[in-house]
């Protein structure tokens, strides 16, 4: 789906533009996105298969939920919004906790360039899996796993092709981050 989003600097700051969201990814204009990670008690995360019709990525894991941030939008709002829109589930401002931005450059194959800021974000989910509903369209598959499997997968890169490739400071910080939270 199309949408207009806010054009950034190099830099992460607000340009005052904005564009389609084809159009910056076309272009390579930098544009701000959120990631919620969720993440359980009892030391799992949540973890989301892409649609195999995506752009970009299909068939790899990623962070629980992803999104743009819509032209004008309230990041946290953005954050819920896709929540609901992906796996179905309801938050409040109150359930997010930030951990951090993250600039991100990622060319694809087929000639679209990912200039992105990713506004990360914790949350405890606190419902059974199988009350989640995937969004079809977006969402092949979401699964729990151990932390420490997670962990193992992606700071080791042992998988290295199973997981979009964010890097392993990323993937540090979000473990790091979980794990201060158990």
């Not at 993440?39 to 068939?59: E, M, V």
């Not at 309230?74 to 931005?101: C, F, H, N, Y």
């Not at 450059?105 to 949350?123: K, M, P, S, T, W």
Request: hydrophobic residues 40%; glycine residues 6%.
């Amino acid at each position: 789906m199309d949408e207009l989003v806010d054009i950034l600097d190099p830099e992460g700051n607000f340009t005052g533009q904005t564009a389609m969201k084809s159009k910056a990814h076309k272009q390579g204009l930098f544009h701000p996105t959120v990631h919620v990670w969720f993440y359980t008690k009892n030391a799992q995360i949540l973890i989301q298969q892409r649609g195999k019709d995506k752009d970009t990525h299909p068939l790899l894991w990623d962070v629980s939920v992803a999104g743009h941030i819509g032209a004008g939008e309230d990041m946290e709002i953005s954050a819920i919004r896709e929540v609901e829109e992906e796996i179905g589930l309801q938050i409040t401002k109150a359930d997010l906790q930030k951990v951090g931005v993250f600039k991100s450059i990622q060319e694809h194959r087929n000639g679209l360039v990912d200039c992105e800021f990713h506004h990360a974000y914790l949350c405890e989910l606190k419902v059974p899996l199988e009350t989640l509903k995937k969004q079809e369209t977006e969402v092949e598959a979401l699964v729990l796993i151990p932390l420490i499997r997670f962990t193992e997968e992606t700071w080791g890169m042992a998988n290295l092709k199973k997981y979009v490739p964010h890097g392993i400071e990323y993937y540090k910080t979000i473990i790091t981050a979980i794990k201060e939270r158990l």
